[in-house]
């Protein structure tokens, strides 16, 4: 008599069949269930805000204020925003539309919390809600490029020569300016940065040293991708050189990001985004409740989604009173036009708070230091919507799980930064370019994607 398998056994259990069935609801009603989700987010959101955050963080800001009508409109604007927000979500073959459905839960959920929490002012209210709709409808809304690409057998020795390359270059850098440091611990990063912002590295070199981050990892991923593991090995090992010149914590966590996106990542992980990070979200609460382990909530709650949002608002506070900067210390600053303020403005900002320093901001607070609001609410997200068309058009014909990492990297480096900076020297137009070069043959491409 044949005993039943490891896997029929499975498959005959309740919570098996429990969680079959719950994956047809979600397919059949996949609209009403992401709404749920959603709702289910912002509502853990706000529990968390009004129990653990302010009544620890007040001292930095996160005060509470519930103002009922601005709190009943920071949930109008969550439904207004809803019907966008689900549609974009349905979008996963755009690279660019997973990029946004991640801001939308890592910046404007937690800001559609925060305003109606602390009560915000109605300005500000009003900036962020036309900001978000008109960049919710234009990436909707605006086609995507269709660019051909080149052959296969073009980019293969290319990739193997910028491997080379790359691993030289960031040897090369390491010996002369650490003498070969290697450093792993996150605890000392302070003082290897303050060490690396003396570095006298060319200007040149110090471009190309500031995209390793995003060379690198795709070039791990295209060795991954071959399955030529010592390749993938020896880069990994540069890549924690790189991290030891300048000891960048968001450097050093970005490679286990990735190799987790390439190794570990599904598609239905995406469509319950809202609800792994509500899971995550109580399960700080629950570690700083039961066991007073704090760090979880500041670093995943705090830092990733409330400090963005306030350092927003603060910016919005600033330069309603003190010039707009009109993108000198990005595009217009490098044609040569005389700077507004005399220190870089997350160094101005930083001081205007009274911490000394480098409040970097995107997104909201990137457009009130730059723009006035009226044009601004309107340019500003057509403008990055322009630049996450080009994601679209090099990661075409790419499989999920080669870009979904970056997605997430640069998902948080428009929320925490200028989009100029992002753009050239935080590495996006770099990866666009990479992951257009990037060798995928079509066979390959339609196995990864069935799979």
């Given at each position: 008599m ?7 056994k499975?498959?005959?259990s ?13 397919r ?7 709404c ?8 853990v ?7 653990q955050l302010s009544?620890?963080?007040?001292y ?8 009922w ?11 207004v925003?809803l ?7 349905g ?11 991640l801001m ?6 937690p ?8 009560g ?21 809304r ?5 660019v051909p ?22 040897m090369?850098?390491s010996g ?12 000392d ?7 690396a912002?003396a570095?006298d590295?060319p200007?040149l070199f ?6 390793m981050?995003v060379?690198?990892s795709?070039?791990?991923l ?6 030529r593991?010592v390749?993938v ?10 991290y030891?010149?300048?000891a960048q ?6 490679l286990?990001?990735l ?14 985004c809202a ?8 399960g700080c ?9 704090l ?6 709650v ?9 350092l927003?608002?603060?910016?919005a ?16 600053g490098k ?7 005399s220190?870089k ?7 205007y ?12 607070g990137?457009?009130y ?7 601004g609410v ?22 999920q ?6 997605c ?11 989009w100029?900076t ?6 996006f137009?770099?990866?666009c ?6 060798p995928?043959q079509?066979?390959e491409?339609?196995k990864?994607?069935?799979s």
């Amino acid at each position: 008599m044949k005993l039943p398998s490891v896997t029929e056994k499975l498959r005959g259990s309740r919570a098996a069949q429990s969680l079959e069935k719950l994956s047809r609801v979600s397919r059949r009603h996949q609209f009403l269930f992401q709404c749920g989700l959603i709702l289910l987010y912002r509502l853990v959101l706000d529990f968390m805000y009004l129990t653990q955050l302010s009544p620890i963080y007040a001292y930095s800001g996160f005060t509470t204020d519930l103002v009922w009508i601005k709190y009943a409109l920071s949930w109008l604007l969550v439904l207004v925003c809803l019907p966008l927000v689900v549609g974009l979500q349905g979008q996963e073959e755009r690279p660019s539309s997973i990029l946004v459905t991640l801001m939308n839960y890592v910046y404007f959920l937690p800001m559609t919390s925060y305003l109606g929490c602390k009560g915000s002012d109605l300005g500000f209210f009003c900036a962020v809600a036309v900001y978000w709709l008109v960049l919710l409808a234009v990436q909707l809304r605006m086609p995507t490029i269709l660019v051909p690409k080149l052959p296969h057998r073009h980019t293969s020795l290319l990739f193997f020569l910028v491997s080379v390359g790359a691993c030289l270059f960031v040897m090369g850098i390491s010996g002369i300016y650490t003498g070969f440091r290697l450093k792993l611990n996150l605890s000392d990063v302070y003082g290897i940065r303050a060490e690396a912002a003396a570095y006298d590295i060319p200007g040149l070199f110090a471009y190309v040293l500031s995209w390793m981050t995003v060379i690198l990892s795709v070039l791990i991923l295209y060795w991954l991708q071959k399955r030529r593991y010592v390749a993938v090995g020896v880069l990994v090992v540069v890549y924690l050189f790189y991290y030891s010149i300048s000891a960048q914590k968001s450097v050093f966590l970005f490679l286990f990001l990735l190799l987790f996106c390439y190794l570990l990542y599904r598609k239905w992980m995406y469509r319950w985004c809202a609800g792994l990070l509500s899971l995550g979200v109580m399960g700080c609460w629950v570690l700083e409740a039961g066991a007073q382990f704090l760090t979880p909530m500041s670093l995943f709650v705090r830092r990733l989604m409330y400090v963005p949002v306030q350092l927003s608002e603060v910016y919005a506070q600033f330069f309603r009173e003190h010039p707009l900067n009109l993108f000198r210390d990005g595009i217009l600053g490098k044609l040569s036009y005389d700077p507004v303020y005399s220190i870089k403005i997350p160094k101005v900002i930083g001081e205007y708070m009274g911490t000394g320093s480098s409040a970097n901001n995107g997104l909201v607070g990137d457009m009130y230091a730059n723009l006035p609001v009226v044009l601004g609410v309107f340019l500003m997200p057509l403008i990055l919507v322009i630049l996450f068309r080009l994601l679209d058009a090099a990661a075409r014909d790419i499989p999920q799980k080669i870009y979904i990492g970056l997605c997430v990297f640069f998902a948080m480096s428009f929320c925490n930064g200028s989009w100029s900076t992002v753009l050239l020297s935080g590495g996006f137009l770099m990866a666009c370019i990479f992951l257009y070069l990037f060798p995928v043959q079509k066979e390959e491409h339609v196995k990864n994607e069935q799979s």
